[in-house]
């Protein structure tokens, strides 16, 4: 597994943190050089474009359970404004990658990350109802992955998930991000892990996802 990249993907509340630190952590007692890497929505030309968008309503501000707020998005309302979404999401996830993955990489690193690319396209056909891949700023994240990669996707009932986590804008932003999971998993021929079962169990299934990434 020495310099290469291992993607943890899927809904909130299926683990992903918890088994890609546990990952980072095994690789690191074997003596493999690992990096963990946390992606959420990167922050850098978006700012602006988020600013504008809550002032004029394709943004807004939610409180979620635990009291924190999140920024719920509709951006689908305005072709322009979901058209130059796509572009400014990756954009801002290739510049966040250039030193939280190319980089280790480069210097043969393992890199485990806790969302990816896989993560972002969701969220960037979630929030513009754009349904497909067949866009210039999705195939560019998709053509920047590195070859040494293993995507994994994992899943967990919506209902399940949202009683894991309360920092969940709503039960359906989760139906409606699962669904748009499982359909790229198909397209893009992703192996999914079904996290319902003990942290065991879903440690010797992911285990397996990468036994067998190695033999291919």
């Known amino acids: 597994m020495k310099g290469k990249l291992i993607c ?10 918890t088994l890609a630190k546990k990952l980072v952590g095994e690789f690191s007692y074997s003596g493999i050089k690992c990096k963990y890497a946390w992606f959420r929505r990167a922050r850098f030309i978006s700012l602006p474009f988020l600013a504008f968008c809550y002032l004029t309503g394709y943004a807004k501000s939610i409180k979620l359970q635990n009291g924190t707020r999140a920024g719920e998005y509709h951006f689908y309302k305005n072709k322009l404004i979901a058209r130059l979404w796509l572009w400014i999401s990756a954009l801002d996830i ?3 990658s250039l030193w939280r993955v190319f980089i280790p990489l480069k210097r043969g690193y ?5 969302r ?6 969701v969220d960037m056909m979630c929030d513009t109802k754009m349904n497909s891949l067949n866009n210039f700023p999705c195939k560019l994240l998709l053509r920047f992955l590195p070859e040494k990669i293993v995507n994994i996707i994992l899943d967990v009932n919506e209902e399940i998930a949202f009683q894991r986590k309360n920092d969940t804008l709503s039960l359906e932003y989760l139906k409606q991000r699962r669904k748009v999971y499982l359909k790229l998993s198909q397209e893009l021929k992703i192996p999914v892990i079904n996290t319902e ?5 879903v440690w010797s299934s992911l285990q397996d996802v990468l036994l067998r990434s190695k033999d291919a």
Not at 8 to 16: F, H
Not at 116 to 121: E, F, K, P, Q
Not at 197 to 201: I, W, Y
């Open 8 to 17: 943890v993907s899927g809904i909130d509340g299926t683990g992903k943190t």
């Open 94 to 96: 290739l510049f966040l």
């Open 110 to 114: 393992t890199v485990v990350t806790d």
């Open 116 to 121: 990816y690319v896989i993560d972002a396209l």
């Open 197 to 201: 079962g003990s942290l065991d169990d």
